[in-house]
């Protein structure tokens, strides 16, 4: 496996431009499956996690190509309704082909799905909801099998605003008879990209971004271009590692309106925030000053997936800050990685005790999953002497060229591929 060799204490310093959104591009390459035809998506970033997703999409039949950061998807032909249990129990969000496989050819058959390690992520609220459109779904061990005679709209009320669980039902009421009321929609801006597309493809969605959602099915969907929008994560996490080494950066390319759960919290760090368009100034100050409280939330509550990357920030804070997590169980297992730089965090349960300390050391780490891995890499940069980041499959399904981005902002980084590491 590849690691990180990190020399910290480098002042991040520079301009970067964001890669498209990973938690945009997945449901709307699932969506692309309803298309009977080409689809062109711009923007899109070259992820392990896409790269999986379209490799579903071509054990389904579809042809794929890439050419630079835009992917055509010629979804003319559907021939399959299995996914390889390898793939699913690899990539949580694979569970949203369901949605999309019984709307395209009312048929699915999957496993349970895995991901990242961060807790029990059931499944439950797609099953309910897909049963409610219409689907028959026999759940047998740990494989899932399900027909449809096409869907039906419905009215669906969430009991919690899930993420995927909004995407699954938008893409499977896409193509049906009726209308569907989302009741509690999750509000992330990724389920309005995601509207967008199927909306440009003919699809007729109201109230994205709100918390009901409506779907009129209509009978088929046309082909159609679309451009991911900006990763809001990663605009976090070069946040947080501007932050750390109190440096100063110009960000493109970001998406403003997507941050605004963030902003407050840097600014509360003592970090100066400058926006222009699309284009965003961080200025951290020498010492970051604590954040009293941070409560992770639906959107546009604070984003768990933002969580980490700033606890690693906020390790050499003036002060104590406190981080409460509220969606994830287990979404701390990265902080015994990270107290390995010499931070002093405590955990109680849900709730995080960051203790600001003036110095971090340099250490042997394993990214334990996507956004704790890049916590540690945020660490790093701010640790005296060279560290070593393992288990960068993590990082990898969710950063594109983290390495050279950051070495592009004077970090002193570099990968060193698994062979070169045998020789040495
Ligand atoms: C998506 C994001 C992930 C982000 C999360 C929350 C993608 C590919 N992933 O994940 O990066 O951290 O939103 O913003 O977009 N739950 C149930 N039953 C269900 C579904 C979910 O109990 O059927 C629970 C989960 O266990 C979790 C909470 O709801 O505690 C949030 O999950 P959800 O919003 O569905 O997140 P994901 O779609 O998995």
């Not at 794929?64 to 390889?84: F, L, P």
């Amino acid at each position: 496996m590849d690691v990180f060799k990190i020399n910290g204490k480098n002042t991040l310093k520079g301009e970067v431009t964001l890669h498209g959104a990973k938690n945009s591009a997945l449901p709307i390459l699932a969506a692309a499956l309803l298309v009977k035809g080409v689809t062109v998506i711009h923007n899109c970033p070259d992820l392990s996690d896409v790269r999986e997703t379209l490799g579903i999409l071509e054990s389904f039949g579809c042809k794929v190509e890439r050419n630079g950061n835009t992917v055509v998807i010629d979804a003319s032909v559907v021939d399959g309704s299995e996914i390889d249990e390898h793939v699913m129990r690899l990539m949580r969000s694979s569970i949203l082909f369901l949605g999309a496989l019984l709307a395209r050819n009312h048929s699915a058959s999957i496993f349970l799905p895995g991901g990242c390690d961060i807790g029990s992520r059931p499944i439950d609220l797609h099953i309910k909801s897909l049963r409610a459109l219409g689907a028959e779904i026999i759940e047998n061990g740990s494989s899932i099998n399900c027909t449809c005679r096409g869907m039906t709209g419905a009215k669906i009320i969430l009991p919690f605003p899930s993420v995927g669980a909004t995407e699954n039902i938008i893409i499977a009421s896409a193509i049906s008879r009726g209308r569907t009321i989302i009741v509690n929609a999750a509000r992330e801006p990724e389920i309005c990209d995601l509207v967008q597309f199927l909306n440009s493809c003919g699809a007729r969605i109201y109230g994205a971004g709100e918390g009901t959602v409506e779907i009129e099915g209509v009978s088929e969907l046309h082909p159609s271009e679309h451009r991911i929008m900006p990763d809001r994560i990663l605009a976090s996490t070069y946040m947080s590692a501007c932050a750390i080494t109190g440096g100063n950066i110009i960000i493109h390319d970001v998406k403003p309106s997507s941050l605004t759960p963030v902003f407050p919290i840097f600014n509360e760090m003592g970090c100066r925030l400058y926006l222009r368009d699309d284009c965003l100034e961080i200025s951290a100050p020498n010492r970051l000053k604590r954040v009293k409280m941070i409560k992770t939330m639906p959107y546009p509550g604070f984003p768990t997936d933002s969580q980490s990357p700033i606890a690693a920030a906020l390790s050499v804070a003036r002060g104590t800050s406190v981080i409460k997590e509220n969606i994830f169980e287990n979404r701390f297992r990265y902080i015994s990685e990270l107290n390995r730089f010499g931070c002093d965090i405590d955990i109680n349960d849900r709730i995080a005790v960051i203790n600001g300390v003036k110095h971090l050391k340099c250490a042997n780490v394993y990214a334990t999953d996507l956004r704790g891995g890049a916590a540690l890499v945020v660490a790093a940069l701010r640790a005296e002497g060279e560290s070593t980041i393992n288990q960068l499959e993590h990082i990898d399904r969710g950063y594109e060229s983290l390495e050279k981005n950051l070495l592009l902002l004077g970090a002193d980084i570099k990968r060193i591929k698994n062979e070169e590491e045998g020789k040495a």
